[in-house]
Nanobody, 124 residues
């Protein structure tokens, strides 16, 4: 079992930046594929970004490409999501997820463990 705890959410004006963190409870974190998803009120959970176990490969949703950056520090068991040029439509609860199977995945069912989420609100 892996516990994931997100932090770093908050209220920011449009055009601003936030950095989300997701800390994992297990040292085997470095073997997991990691992803970020988000869910706005009344909408389905949607893929944001994914990163391979080594950090060498990343994958982004078109809606965030060029504005968001996913990274990881395996020594700290932590994955990050740097969000720049935020827009009101980025407002959502952001979740990190860990997958046992290696790869870059945009489907929620490919991930085995989920955090509780952190709220990001972007005001116009």
């Amino acid at each position: 079992q892996v516990q994931l705890v997100e932090s770093g959410g908050g209220l920011v004006q449009a055009g601003g930046s936030l950095r989300l963190s997701c800390a994992a409870s297990r040292r085997t974190f470095s073997t997991y594929s990691m992803g970020w998803f988000r869910q706005a009120p009344g909408k389905e959970r949607e893929f944001v970004a994914a990163i391979s176990w080594s950090g060498g490969s990343t994958y982004y949703a078109e809606s965030v490409k060029g504005r968001f950056t996913i990274s990881r520090d395996n020594a700290k068991n932590t994955v990050y999501l740097q969000m720049n040029s935020l827009k009101p439509e980025d407002t959502a609860v952001y979740y990190c997820a860990a997958g046992v199977v290696a790869g870059l995945y945009s489907l929620p069912r490919k991930y085995d463990y989920w955090g509780q989420g952190t709220q990001v609100t972007v005001s116009s």
